[in-house]
Antibody, heavy 117, light 110 residues
Framework: EVQLVESGGGSIQPGGSLRLSCAAS????????MGWVRQAPGKGLEWVAI????????YYEDSVKGRFIISRDNAKNSLYLQMNSLRAGDTAVYFC??????????WGQGTLVIVSS | QSALTQPPSASGSPGQSVTISCTGT?????????VSWYQQHPGKAPKLIIY???KRPLGVPERFTGSKSGNTASLTVSGLQAEDEADYFC??????????FGIGTKVTVL
């Protein structure tokens, strides 16, 4: 059974940094594209970033380019999102997901990030 | 990249059908056969129910069907059941490395 478990969320002041982690199990992690999708409270879904199997290709949504970094460690079956220069608009639940056939097909339960002074 | 347009709400009685539209442009929905649909119950993670316009992942009931015409994709839920009451989001490629989601549609089973 595919399992994705996010961690690392919390409350942070504007301008601060946070690193999210996603522990994957139940599938061959190193063979899948992975991604992060976020959802602000009461709002819709927004893709954040995706990464290919060996980490050589990374793509970001425009509003996070230059501030967020997606990475992975296939030896640890883990996906990461380093978030810098955080803004109030980054407040959201962040979901980790596998990315297959141009769709997010398996999702974690999410971790909440609150950016507020 | 602008969000794809979806109606804010849709409803139907049990056993009826409901269709949700997802309108974009020739740069996203109209330009790629990579439209996907997600179902999300309150407080839960989204679940993929349609990918590549009309394909269903294993375990998704045949009651869920997807289609596309021009710049508009559609999701039809036939034989509505109480458990289908949820938010539904569409998504599309909008370039080789860009994705865009719809604003979401709340489906109510009357």
């Amino acid at each position: 059974e595919v399992q994705l478990v996010e961690s690392g969320g919390g409350s942070i002041q504007p301008g601060g940094s946070l690193r999210l982690s996603c522990a994957a199990s139940g599938f061959t992690f190193s063979t899948y594209w992975m991604g992060w999708v976020r959802q602000a409270p009461g709002k819709g879904l927004e893709w954040v970033a995706i990464i290919n199997q060996d980490g050589s290709e990374k793509y970001y949504e425009d509003s996070v380019k230059g501030r967020f970094i997606i990475s992975r460690d296939n030896a640890k079956n883990s996906l990461y999102l380093q978030m810098n220069s955080l803004r109030a608009g980054d407040t959201a639940v962040y979901f980790c997901a596998t990315f297959y056939y141009h769709a997010f097909d398996n999702w974690g339960q999410g971790t909440l990030v609150i950016v507020s002074s | 990249q602008s969000a794809l347009t979806q109606p804010p709400s849709a409803s139907g009685s049990p056993g009826q059908s409901v269709t949700i539209s997802c309108t974009g442009t020739s740069s996203d929905v109209g330009g790629y056969n990579y439209v996907s649909w997600y179902q999300q119950h309150p407080g839960k993670a989204p679940k993929l129910i349609i990918y590549e316009v009309s394909k269903r992942p294993l375990g998704v009931p045949e009651r869920f069907t997807g289609s596309k015409s021009g710049n508009t994709a559609s999701l039809t839920v036939s034989g509505l059941q109480a458990e289908d009451e949820a938010d539904y989001f569409c998504s599309s490629n909008a370039g080789s490395d860009i994705l865009v989601f719809g604003i979401g549609t709340k489906v109510t089973v009357l």
